[in-house]
Every structure is written in structure tokens, then in C-alpha cells.
């Protein structure tokens, strides 16, 4: 056994592949999800129609704040297997769902999927690479993501157009869930050893011996607020899901009443995904070169200017969107390996799952709070002011980081969580 992508490409590729089932699951409902609600149900409020974003987000995200937890008493595998399982109705709830409230009873279970699947395909390749190529780690993990959720919202919009809302478009997600399931319990093997050999390669831990782990609460704390610069990650985080719960729900409905048609609404709505996720082959390993605070702040700031393309509208409302969604997919492509990244090594491998939990229950409570906002600001100012604010948030977001994050690249792994001059020590 020994830690390295070159050493363990077999289940890497197995665990790229898994996640992109994973990001499909997401990608069905990017599009055509918002639309069902206003023209099959005929909702007039969007913050009724954003319930299902505002569900998702706030499961998912308690979901990533416990599956570190489950991993370490359950096994890596058995938590993906569980994701899976809760998400097999998911696609026919969608599909063929009576009321909202399936909609919406859908989206819990696939926040609880997600929540569980996602984050253990992340520390699952976490644990196989060690600490020499996280960020090229999390850059093909993402880019297999949310590139299947760009193609899958491009294949749901070219769907409904030639055979309506639904069901026809949510056959993809039987056999993401089918396929994913398959896959995990026959072909993946459980890392959790790979994290114990890391732990007694840096010296941490006597080989053979179970490290010591702190409380969730200690854990929650460091993350979340007393190191500045897991603070810094955690709060860039949340924003960047903010955008995209935003977008999530209001681009759809934006561009349709701006004339766009479904497909054309496709485009718009795989474009920010694909951008996002293909990027991250190339940002990931540029995050082990450069460091991850540039690309942090750099990717909020180009996100900003995406935002305000959109809100403004320099051109044709397609043109627009298309212009707004590539601004968005590079900006995002530039933070999420490197947020992901810079948590990973600022984190011991003993309490390392429970801090990316922690990080991603932050991170994935911005669907939340995007949905929230945009239903909020849309019903009193319109859609095109969500937009706006999402943007202003963006460029505080970045002024943050810029201020408060210590890089971490070069922080050595042998020592307790450094990141700077900050040094955590690990409670007894």
C-alpha cells in the first residue's frame, strides 16, 4: 500500500468516474426543475418555486457535516454505498411526482445523497494521493462533477424541448443512480488505511497505532472561525455556492422571460458547469505550482465580473448568459480545487474528513442562502437585482481572502495545522 495518484490510478479513475454519476444527479435538475415548477404547477412565487434549492442546500450540508464522522466509524465505502441508496427515488420523484411537495421531498433525499456520495469520493482520492497532489486530486474530482452537471443540464434542456418537462428528461438520472450504486459496492475499495499510513509517514503517528481525533465541536470551531485562514476558505466557500444556488434558480427563469428558449436556456445552464468543471484539469495541479490563495482570490473576482455581465446585459439576452456563465465557470473553476486544497493541508489526517466536512457544510449551505436571497430580493426588486447582490458578495468575499488567508501550499504536513503564523494544536 502506498500513497500516490500514479499508484493508485485504478481506483482514482474508478472514483472519477463514480462522482461524475454523482454530478449527473445534480445536473438534472439545472434546467428543467425551475420550469416544472412555473408551467406544470403554475407557482407564481420564486421563493416557493426555490424551496427545492433552499431543501437541498440545507440537508446537504448538515449531510457534509456528519459524513466525516459516519466515514470514520462506517468506512469510506459503506457511506458511499448508503448515498446511493437514498438517491434511487430521487429521479422518479422528479419525474413523475404529483405535487411540489415531491419536488421538493426529492431534494432532501438527494441532499442526503450528495452530502454522503460526494464528500467520500473527495476524501476517499484524498486519502490514495497524500499530500504531493491534492490539488490535481480535487481538480479531476471536481472536473468530473460539474462537468457531468453541465452536460447532463445541456442533455435535460435538448429533452425537453423535443419531448416536454417531464419524464423523459429524468430517465438520465435511473441510470446515474443504478450505474453509481454498481459500481461502489463491486469495483471501490475502501481508503481509510491510506489516511493511517499517511498520518505515521509524517510522523504524526506510530505505524500500527490509531491516531488520536478530536471532538466535531473542536473540529467545527478551528474550521469554521478561530484559524483565520480556515475561516477565510470556509466563508469563500459558502459564497461560491451562494452564486450557484442563485443562478441555480434564477437563470432559468431570467432568460425564459427575456425570450430565450429551453434550449437555448440548456446552453446557458451547461456552460457554467462545463467551464467550471473541465477547468479544474488545468487549475488543480496549477494550485500545487502557484499556491491556492491567488487562485481564490482571483476566481471570486472574475465570478464578480460574470455577475455583473448578466445583471447588466451588454447584448442579446443569450449572448449575455453566455458570456456571464463562461465569466462564472472560470472564476469557479480557479477557487474550488484550491479551497478544497487548502483545507486538506491545513488539516492533520486524523481529523482531516471531519474538517472537509466541515468546510463543505459551510460551502454547500451557500445553495441555501442563494436560493433564500434570490427568492427574497426577486420578489421585492426583480430577478436581475439578485443577480446584482450575488456579485457584490463575490467581491467582498474575494477582499476577504485576500486580507485574511495565509497561503498553505507551503506548509509542511509534519507540523500540527500551520497555515502561516497560526498554528492549531490538537487537543489531548
Same mark, same amino acid.
Given at each position: ?32 426543475v425551475p420550469l416544472v415548477g412555473t408551467e406544470e404547477f403554475a407557482i407564481g412565487s420564486e421563493l416557493v418555486i426555490f424551496s427545492f434549492i ?84 480535487? *481538480?479531476?474530482?471536481? $472536473? ?5 452537471? &453541465?452536460?447532463?443540464?445541456?442533455? !435535460? @434542456?435538448? %429533452? +425537453? ?104 436556456? *440548456?446552453?446557458?445552464? $451547461? ?5 467550471? &468543471?473541465?477547468?479544474?484539469?488545468? !487549475? @488543480?495541479? %496549477? +494550485? ?53 486544497a487548502a483545507v486538506s493541508d491545513a488539516a492533520h489526517p486524523a481529523w482531516r474528513a471531519s474538517s472537509v466536512g466541515v468546510y463543505r457544510f ?67
Amino acid at each position: 500500500m502506498r500513497l500516490g495518484l500514479r499508484e493508485n490510478w485504478q481506483q482514482f479513475t474508478l472514483l472519477v468516474l463514480v462522482n461524475a454519476f454523482v454530478g449527473g444527479m445534480v445536473g438534472l435538475e439545472r434546467t428543467v426543475v425551475p420550469l416544472v415548477g412555473t408551467e406544470e404547477f403554475a407557482i407564481g412565487s420564486e421563493l416557493v418555486i426555490f424551496s427545492f434549492i433552499i431543501a437541498f442546500g440545507v440537508v446537504k450540508a448538515f449531510t457534509n457535516l456528519i459524513s466525516g464522522l459516519l466515514a470514520d466509524r462506517f468506512t469510506r465505502k459503506k457511506v458511499l454505498i448508503l448515498g446511493w441508496i437514498l438517491g434511487l427515488p430521487v429521479p422518479f420523484l422528479l419525474g413523475w411526482g404529483p405535487t411540489w411537495n415531491y419536488i421538493v421531498g426529492a431534494n432532501v433525499l438527494l441532499g442526503i445523497s450528495q452530502g454522503l456520495a460526494w464528500s467520500m469520493t473527495v476524501n476517499m482520492k484524498i486519502d490514495l494521493v497524500g499530500p504531493g497532489k491534492r490539488g490535481l486530486a480535487m *481538480g479531476l474530482n471536481e $472536473a468530473a462533477g460539474y462537468g457531468a452537471v &453541465g452536460l447532463t443540464a445541456l442533455l !435535460t @434542456g435538448y %429533452l +425537453a424541448s423535443v419531448y416536454g418537462l417531464r419524464p423523459q428528461p429524468f430517465y438520465l438520472g435511473i441510470f446515474y443512480t443504478v450505474a453509481g450504486l454498481l459500481v461502489s459496492m463491486l469495483m471501490i475499495r475502501d481508503t481509510r488505511a491510506y489516511a493511517r499510513l499517511e498520518s505515521s509517514q509524517i510522523g504524526r503517528t506510530p505505524a500500527g497505532e490509531t491516531p488520536h481525533k478530536p471532538r466535531l465541536g473542536w473540529v467545527f470551531a478551528e474550521t469554521s472561525y478561530r484559524n483565520k485562514t480556515l475561516f477565510s476558505v470556509s466563508q469563500a466557500g459558502l459564497i461560491n455556492n451562494l452564486n450557484d444556488g442563485m443562478s441555480w434558480g434564477v437563470f432559468p427563469l431570467l432568460f425564459a422571460a427575456a425570450g430565450v428558449n429551453l434550449e437555448g436556456i *440548456g446552453w446557458i445552464k $451547461a456552460v457554467y458547469p462545463v467551464v467550471w &468543471g473541465i477547468g479544474q484539469v488545468i !487549475t @488543480g495541479p %496549477l +494550485a500545487d505550482r502557484i499556491g491556492r490563495k491567488p487562485l481564490i482570490v482571483w476566481g471570486m473576482m472574475i465570478q464578480a465580473v460574470g455577475h455583473a455581465v448578466i445583471g447588466i446585459g451588454f447584448s442579446s439576452a443569450l449572448v449575455t448568459g453566455l458570456v456571464g456563465s463562461v465569466l462564472l465557470g472560470i472564476g469557479t473553476a480557479l477557487v474550488y480545487p484550491a479551497l478544497l486544497a487548502a483545507v486538506s493541508d491545513a488539516a492533520h489526517p486524523a481529523w482531516r474528513a471531519s474538517s472537509v466536512g466541515v468546510y463543505r457544510f459551510w460551502r454547500d449551505s451557500g445553495y441555501a442562502v442563494g436560493a433564500l436571497m434570490a427568492g427574497v430580493v426577486s420578489a421585492w426588486l426583480g430577478l436581475t437585482w439578485a443577480v446584482h447582490l450575488a456579485g457584490f458578495l463575490t467581491l467582498v468575499s474575494g477582499i476577504i481572502v485576500w486580507i485574511t488567508m495565509k497561503e498553505t501550499l507551503l506548509q509542511n504536513p509534519s507540523s500540527p495545522a500551520k497555515t502561516g503564523s497560526e498554528t492549531t494544536q490538537i487537543p489531548q
